[in-house]
Protein backbone atom coordinates (compact mmCIF):
# COMPACT_ATOMS: atom_id res chain seq x y z
CA UNK A 1 0.00 0.00 0.00
CA UNK A 2 2.98 2.09 0.15
CA UNK A 3 4.24 1.78 -2.83
CA UNK A 4 4.53 4.80 -5.55
CA UNK A 5 3.35 2.53 -8.49
CA UNK A 6 -0.14 1.85 -9.21
CA UNK A 7 -1.75 -1.15 -8.57
CA UNK A 8 -2.32 -3.90 -11.52
CA UNK A 9 0.74 -2.90 -13.70
CA UNK A 10 -0.78 0.35 -14.23
CA UNK A 11 1.82 3.09 -15.47
CA UNK A 12 2.07 6.23 -13.91
CA UNK A 13 0.57 8.52 -15.86
CA UNK A 14 2.32 11.50 -17.77
CA UNK A 15 3.35 14.40 -16.01
CA UNK A 16 3.11 12.69 -12.64
CA UNK A 17 4.97 13.46 -9.77
CA UNK A 18 7.24 11.04 -9.18
CA UNK A 19 7.64 11.49 -5.20
CA UNK A 20 4.05 11.36 -5.10
CA UNK A 21 1.92 8.34 -4.22
CA UNK A 22 -0.17 6.61 -7.13
CA UNK A 23 -3.40 7.69 -5.39
CA UNK A 24 -2.71 11.30 -5.40
CA UNK A 25 -1.49 11.56 -9.19
CA UNK A 26 -4.35 12.59 -11.70
CA UNK A 27 -5.93 9.95 -13.82
CA UNK A 28 -6.56 9.95 -17.48
CA UNK A 29 -10.47 10.82 -16.86
CA UNK A 30 -11.80 12.68 -19.51
CA UNK A 31 -13.18 14.47 -16.50
CA UNK A 32 -10.28 15.59 -15.56
CA UNK A 33 -11.34 14.59 -11.78
CA UNK A 34 -9.58 11.64 -10.00
CA UNK A 35 -11.08 8.02 -10.67
CA UNK A 36 -12.64 6.86 -7.44
CA UNK A 37 -12.56 3.21 -9.11
CA UNK A 38 -8.39 3.62 -8.20
CA UNK A 39 -8.74 5.37 -5.29
CA UNK A 40 -7.49 3.30 -1.66
CA UNK A 41 -10.90 2.65 0.00
CA UNK A 42 -9.13 2.76 2.95
CA UNK A 43 -8.19 5.91 3.03
CA UNK A 44 -11.06 8.05 1.21
CA UNK A 45 -14.45 5.64 2.53
CA UNK A 46 -16.06 3.26 0.30
CA UNK A 47 -16.25 3.84 -3.49
CA UNK A 48 -19.32 4.68 -4.67
CA UNK A 49 -18.73 2.90 -7.80
CA UNK A 50 -17.57 -1.28 -7.11
CA UNK A 51 -14.68 -2.67 -8.07
CA UNK A 52 -14.36 -4.48 -11.53
CA UNK A 53 -15.98 -8.46 -10.88
CA UNK A 54 -17.87 -7.39 -8.01
CA UNK A 55 -21.70 -7.21 -8.03
CA UNK A 56 -23.72 -4.31 -6.31
CA UNK A 57 -24.56 -5.21 -2.41
CA UNK A 58 -28.62 -4.79 -2.66
CA UNK A 59 -30.35 -5.26 0.91
CA UNK A 60 -32.82 -7.77 1.70
CA UNK A 61 -36.30 -7.18 1.46
CA UNK A 62 -38.10 -6.00 4.47
CA UNK A 63 -40.70 -8.35 5.91
CA UNK A 64 -44.52 -6.64 5.72
CA UNK A 65 -46.70 -6.34 8.60
CA UNK A 66 -50.70 -6.00 9.03
CA UNK A 67 -51.83 -3.12 10.28
CA UNK A 68 -53.10 -3.52 13.91
CA UNK A 69 -57.01 -3.65 14.66
CA UNK A 70 -58.82 -0.43 15.45
CA UNK A 71 -58.78 0.27 19.39
CA UNK A 72 -62.19 -0.31 20.95
CA UNK A 73 -63.01 1.08 24.45
CA UNK A 74 -63.56 -1.36 27.04
CA UNK A 75 -67.57 -1.57 27.77
CA UNK A 76 -68.88 -0.76 31.88
CA UNK A 77 -69.68 -3.70 33.48
CA UNK A 78 -73.25 -3.81 35.02
CA UNK A 79 -73.20 -3.36 38.57
CA UNK A 80 -73.88 -6.21 40.94
CA UNK A 81 -78.22 -6.94 41.45
CA UNK A 82 -78.85 -4.15 39.20
CA UNK A 83 -81.29 -5.02 36.14
CA UNK A 84 -80.61 -4.10 32.64
CA UNK A 85 -81.64 -1.38 31.33
CA UNK A 86 -81.79 0.63 34.73
CA UNK A 87 -79.46 2.35 36.48
CA UNK A 88 -78.80 1.94 40.25
CA UNK A 89 -80.70 4.15 42.47
CA UNK A 90 -78.58 5.41 45.35
CA UNK A 91 -79.63 4.52 49.36
CA UNK A 92 -80.70 7.58 50.65
CA UNK A 93 -79.01 8.90 53.75
CA UNK A 94 -80.87 7.68 57.19
CA UNK A 95 -80.17 9.25 60.19
CA UNK A 96 -80.27 7.27 63.82
CA UNK A 97 -82.87 7.94 65.80
CA UNK A 98 -82.11 7.82 69.64
CA UNK A 99 -83.93 6.70 72.44
CA UNK A 100 -84.98 9.14 74.49
CA UNK A 101 -86.68 6.57 77.22
CA UNK A 102 -83.34 5.55 79.31
CA UNK A 103 -82.12 8.91 79.94
CA UNK A 104 -85.69 10.03 80.70
CA UNK A 105 -85.65 7.08 83.26
CA UNK A 106 -82.24 7.61 84.41
CA UNK A 107 -83.39 11.31 84.94
CA UNK A 108 -86.20 10.73 86.81
CA UNK A 109 -84.14 8.31 89.34
CA UNK A 110 -81.70 10.95 89.99
CA UNK A 111 -84.42 13.39 90.54
CA UNK A 112 -86.28 11.13 93.30
CA UNK A 113 -82.62 10.20 95.15
CA UNK A 114 -81.76 14.38 95.15
CA UNK A 115 -85.20 15.00 96.72
CA UNK A 116 -84.90 12.19 99.38
CA UNK A 117 -81.25 13.19 100.03
CA UNK A 118 -83.02 16.91 100.41
CA UNK A 119 -85.48 15.74 102.84
CA UNK A 120 -83.16 13.26 104.85
CA UNK A 121 -80.75 16.50 105.31
CA UNK A 122 -83.51 18.77 106.73
CA UNK A 123 -85.11 16.24 108.71
CA UNK A 124 -81.52 15.30 110.46
CA UNK A 125 -81.21 19.07 110.99
CA UNK A 126 -84.26 19.35 112.28
CA UNK A 127 -83.26 16.60 114.53
CA UNK A 128 -80.23 18.26 115.49
CA UNK A 129 -82.31 21.11 116.24
CA UNK A 130 -84.74 19.33 118.52
CA UNK A 131 -82.39 17.61 120.33
CA UNK A 132 -80.24 20.66 121.29
CA UNK A 133 -83.65 22.69 122.27
CA UNK A 134 -84.32 19.82 124.44
CA UNK A 135 -81.34 19.94 126.32
CA UNK A 136 -79.59 16.53 125.83
CA UNK A 137 -80.99 13.28 124.06
CA UNK A 138 -84.28 12.29 122.70
CA UNK A 139 -86.95 14.66 122.86
CA UNK A 140 -88.86 11.74 123.98
CA UNK A 141 -87.07 10.59 126.96
CA UNK A 142 -87.79 11.43 130.53
CA UNK A 143 -84.06 13.29 131.07
CA UNK A 144 -82.16 16.72 129.97
CA UNK A 145 -79.27 18.15 130.41
CA UNK A 146 -80.20 22.05 129.18
CA UNK A 147 -80.88 22.94 133.60
CA UNK A 148 -76.94 21.60 134.42
CA UNK A 149 -73.77 24.02 134.76
CA UNK A 150 -71.41 21.64 136.66
CA UNK A 151 -71.75 18.32 135.70
CA UNK A 152 -69.87 17.71 139.63
CA UNK A 153 -73.36 18.98 140.69
CA UNK A 154 -75.35 15.83 140.40
CA UNK A 155 -73.50 14.03 142.70
CA UNK A 156 -71.82 14.28 146.47
CA UNK A 157 -68.24 14.05 145.68
CA UNK A 158 -67.38 14.03 149.39
CA UNK A 159 -69.77 10.59 149.81
CA UNK A 160 -65.76 9.39 149.33
CA UNK A 161 -64.10 11.10 152.45
CA UNK A 162 -64.43 8.73 154.80
CA UNK A 163 -61.68 6.50 152.75
CA UNK A 164 -59.58 9.91 152.09
CA UNK A 165 -60.44 13.41 153.27
CA UNK A 166 -57.99 15.95 151.70
CA UNK A 167 -59.66 17.11 148.25
CA UNK A 168 -56.43 16.91 145.74
CA UNK A 169 -57.50 19.71 143.89
CA UNK A 170 -60.61 21.07 142.90
CA UNK A 171 -62.82 18.68 141.12
CA UNK A 172 -63.33 18.88 137.10
CA UNK A 173 -66.49 18.60 135.00
CA UNK A 174 -67.32 19.08 131.18
CA UNK A 175 -70.60 19.77 129.41
CA UNK A 176 -70.61 18.24 125.82
CA UNK A 177 -74.35 20.04 124.26
CA UNK A 178 -76.28 17.59 121.71
CA UNK A 179 -75.23 17.11 118.53
CA UNK A 180 -76.96 15.97 115.46
CA UNK A 181 -74.75 12.60 115.84
CA UNK A 182 -75.02 12.39 119.87
CA UNK A 183 -77.36 13.48 122.49
CA UNK A 184 -75.09 15.47 124.37
CA UNK A 185 -72.31 14.03 127.55
CA UNK A 186 -71.78 15.09 131.59
CA UNK A 187 -68.45 13.89 133.13
CA UNK A 188 -67.29 14.81 136.72
CA UNK A 189 -64.02 13.48 138.64
CA UNK A 190 -63.12 14.29 142.16
CA UNK A 191 -59.89 13.36 144.21
CA UNK A 192 -59.38 13.25 147.91
CA UNK A 193 -56.02 12.10 149.26
CA UNK A 194 -54.73 11.47 153.31
CA UNK A 195 -51.29 9.61 154.84
CA UNK A 196 -51.60 6.39 155.71
CA UNK A 197 -51.97 5.38 159.60
CA UNK A 198 -50.09 1.86 158.86
CA UNK A 199 -47.03 2.80 156.56
CA UNK A 200 -45.58 5.78 156.76
CA UNK A 201 -44.19 5.91 152.96
CA UNK A 202 -47.87 5.61 151.22
CA UNK A 203 -50.63 7.87 151.16
CA UNK A 204 -53.99 6.45 150.30
CA UNK A 205 -56.26 7.88 147.54
CA UNK A 206 -59.90 8.11 147.10
CA UNK A 207 -61.44 9.20 143.94
CA UNK A 208 -64.80 9.15 142.76
CA UNK A 209 -66.05 9.70 138.46
CA UNK A 210 -69.58 10.24 136.57
CA UNK A 211 -70.34 9.42 132.83
CA UNK A 212 -73.74 10.59 131.63
CA UNK A 213 -74.96 9.95 127.90
CA UNK A 214 -77.73 11.13 126.50
CA UNK A 215 -79.83 9.18 123.68
CA UNK A 216 -79.09 10.48 120.26
CA UNK A 217 -81.80 11.11 117.83
CA UNK A 218 -82.31 8.56 115.11
CA UNK A 219 -82.31 4.74 114.40
CA UNK A 220 -78.71 4.56 114.58
CA UNK A 221 -77.78 5.87 117.61
CA UNK A 222 -77.18 3.29 120.36
CA UNK A 223 -77.11 3.65 124.15
CA UNK A 224 -73.48 3.95 125.84
CA UNK A 225 -74.81 1.64 128.87
CA UNK A 226 -73.99 -1.23 126.15
CA UNK A 227 -70.70 -0.25 125.22
CA UNK A 228 -69.38 0.11 128.86
CA UNK A 229 -71.19 -3.51 130.00
CA UNK A 230 -69.07 -4.95 127.26
CA UNK A 231 -65.69 -3.35 128.64
CA UNK A 232 -66.10 -3.73 132.16
CA UNK A 233 -67.89 -7.41 132.19
CA UNK A 234 -66.45 -8.95 129.40
CA UNK A 235 -62.71 -9.79 130.82
CA UNK A 236 -62.99 -12.49 133.84
CA UNK A 237 -60.38 -13.38 136.24
CA UNK A 238 -58.61 -13.21 139.66
CA UNK A 239 -60.08 -10.19 141.61
CA UNK A 240 -62.58 -9.48 138.81
CA UNK A 241 -66.57 -9.86 139.81
CA UNK A 242 -69.65 -8.40 138.55
CA UNK A 243 -73.10 -8.61 138.59
CA UNK A 244 -76.65 -7.22 137.63
CA UNK A 245 -78.15 -4.33 139.48
CA UNK A 246 -81.76 -3.99 140.16
CA UNK A 247 -84.13 -1.24 141.15
CA UNK A 248 -82.37 1.74 139.46
CA UNK A 249 -83.88 2.55 135.98
CA UNK A 250 -84.58 -0.05 133.34
CA UNK A 251 -81.43 -2.12 133.57
CA UNK A 252 -77.83 -2.02 135.32
CA UNK A 253 -74.81 -4.04 136.05
CA UNK A 254 -72.20 -3.55 138.94
CA UNK A 255 -68.02 -4.75 138.46
CA UNK A 256 -65.33 -4.82 140.68
CA UNK A 257 -61.28 -5.16 140.02
CA UNK A 258 -58.82 -5.42 142.80
CA UNK A 259 -55.21 -5.14 142.43
CA UNK A 260 -52.84 -6.49 145.19
CA UNK A 261 -49.19 -4.56 145.61
CA UNK A 262 -46.44 -5.53 147.74
CA UNK A 263 -47.66 -2.84 150.88
CA UNK A 264 -51.06 -1.50 148.98
CA UNK A 265 -54.29 -2.57 147.32
CA UNK A 266 -56.10 -0.77 144.23
CA UNK A 267 -60.29 -1.84 144.33
CA UNK A 268 -62.54 -0.03 141.93
CA UNK A 269 -65.97 -0.54 141.95
CA UNK A 270 -68.49 0.37 139.07
CA UNK A 271 -72.18 0.80 138.70
CA UNK A 272 -74.19 1.75 135.47
CA UNK A 273 -77.13 1.78 134.64
CA UNK A 274 -79.86 2.58 131.80
CA UNK A 275 -83.15 4.34 131.91
CA UNK A 276 -85.36 6.23 128.99
CA UNK A 277 -83.10 8.35 127.00
CA UNK A 278 -79.71 8.21 129.26
CA UNK A 279 -76.94 6.01 130.45
CA UNK A 280 -75.07 6.92 133.64
CA UNK A 281 -72.06 5.18 135.74
CA UNK A 282 -70.27 5.92 138.51
CA UNK A 283 -66.85 4.49 139.30
CA UNK A 284 -65.21 4.79 142.72
CA UNK A 285 -61.64 3.51 142.95
CA UNK A 286 -59.67 3.24 146.50
CA UNK A 287 -55.89 3.05 147.10
CA UNK A 288 -54.77 1.92 150.65
CA UNK A 289 -52.18 0.57 152.33
CA UNK A 290 -52.32 -3.23 153.41
CA UNK A 291 -52.51 -1.90 157.05
CA UNK A 292 -55.78 0.28 156.22
CA UNK A 293 -58.39 -1.81 155.98
CA UNK A 294 -61.90 -1.08 154.57
CA UNK A 295 -65.46 -2.82 153.53
CA UNK A 296 -65.73 -3.53 149.86
CA UNK A 297 -68.99 -4.19 149.88
CA UNK A 298 -69.87 0.06 150.99
CA UNK A 299 -68.08 1.02 148.11
CA UNK A 300 -71.42 -0.35 146.43
CA UNK A 301 -73.56 0.75 148.53
CA UNK A 302 -71.98 4.70 147.82
CA UNK A 303 -72.08 4.13 144.49
CA UNK A 304 -75.38 2.95 143.71
CA UNK A 305 -76.40 6.18 146.29
CA UNK A 306 -74.51 8.52 143.29
CA UNK A 307 -76.31 6.81 140.51
CA UNK A 308 -79.78 7.51 141.86
CA UNK A 309 -78.66 11.03 143.07
CA UNK A 310 -77.90 11.84 139.10
CA UNK A 311 -80.88 10.28 137.69
CA UNK A 312 -83.08 12.53 139.91
CA UNK A 313 -80.89 15.97 138.91
CA UNK A 314 -81.70 14.75 135.36
CA UNK A 315 -85.37 14.46 135.46
CA UNK A 316 -86.93 16.91 133.02
Request: glycine fraction near 10%; aromatic fraction near 8%.
Amino acid sequence: MTEKNPPNGDATPEGADPAAHWWEQPTAAASGAPDPARSDPTMIGTPTTPFAGQEQYTPPPQPQYAAPPPYTAPQPQPQYGAQPGYAPQPVPFQRTRSSKTPWLIAGGIVLVLVIGLFAGCVALINTASDSYKSGGGNAEGKYAMDKITNACNLIDTSSVTKWAKTPSGDPEHTETQPKSYTGGELKCRATYKEASTSSKYHTNTASISLDVSFLGDGSFADHDYDNWKQYDTGTTGSGLSSGDVTGIGEKGYWHSEVRDYSSSAITEYTVAVQDSNVSIKVEISVDRADGDSFDKEELGEVAKAQVRKALTGLQK
